[in-house]
């Protein structure tokens, strides 16, 4: 399968607890993004990589969530002191950047429940 | 007020019906319009993108943008339950901006 993966798939925490989520993008893509979806919504931005730099990170990303893309491949979103309202699915997404950025691909998600 | 306004539905038809899913937006910025399918528990799959004014068709599927309305729709002729699934529009200005999604239900 060459698409976007992610894991674990699903992840249930107690508040309080750190937990850190991977994404694989496809090979070729150079931008990677990170969303949060929660029941009903769309999913709402967070983060987004060119390469190993993050370039733009939402004002939903508090002092608790960090990312990483170190070597421009594989990113990782480290949730610390994980609350109840942290609970959502966490989609990656991948596109070439540049002229093909609108065509994103995303993961099947992570959901997390914090318990 | 949101960037992207999209009724939530549920919108229940049955096989074969025409399905006509809209989405407002309130900034002029925005430039290329998207759809995206997303079934249960899975991540959402880009259906259709188009970037001007006018009509864009891909099989059962026709995406329109009005922008001097703001205003999108995406239609799905012969609906069949397999499109049973939430809807979302997508806009980009800078970032990607989602609607809220419509839950669409087709019914044999």
């Known amino acids: 399968d060459t698409g976007v993966s992610q894991n674990p798939r699903h992840k249930i925490t107690k508040r309080g607890q750190n937990v850190t989520f991977r994404c694989d993008p496809i090979s070729e893509h150079n931008r990677l993004y990170w969303y949060r979806q929660t029941l009903g919504q769309g999913p709402e931005f967070l983060t987004y990589f060119q390469n190993e730099a993050q370039l733009e990170k939402s004002r939903l990303l508090s002092d608790r969530f960090s990312a990483e893309r170190p070597k421009g491949s594989f990113s990782t979103l480290e949730i610390q002191r994980t609350e109840q309202g942290d609970s959502a699915m966490y989609l990656c997404a991948s596109s070439l950047g540049a002229g093909g950025s609108y065509e994103q691909y995303f993961g099947p998600g992570t959901r997390l429940t914090v318990t | 007020q949101k960037e992207v306004e999209q009724d939530p539905g549920p919108l229940s038809v049955p096989e074969g019906a025409i399905v006509s899913l809209n989405c407002t937006y309130s900034?002029?910025?925005?430039?290329?319009f998207m759809w995206y399918r997303q079934y249960s528990r899975k991540g959402p799959e880009l259906l259709m993108y188009t970037y001007s004014s006018g009509n864009k068709e891909d099989g059962r599927f026709t995406a329109q943008v009005d922008k001097s309305s703001k205003y999108i729709s995406l239609f799905i002729r012969d609906s069949q339950p397999s499109d049973s699934a939430t809807y979302l529009c997508a806009m980009i200005y800078n970032k990607f901006y989602f609607g809220s999604g419509t839950k669409l239900n087709v019914k044999p």
């Open positions: 900034n002029s910025a925005f430039q290329y």
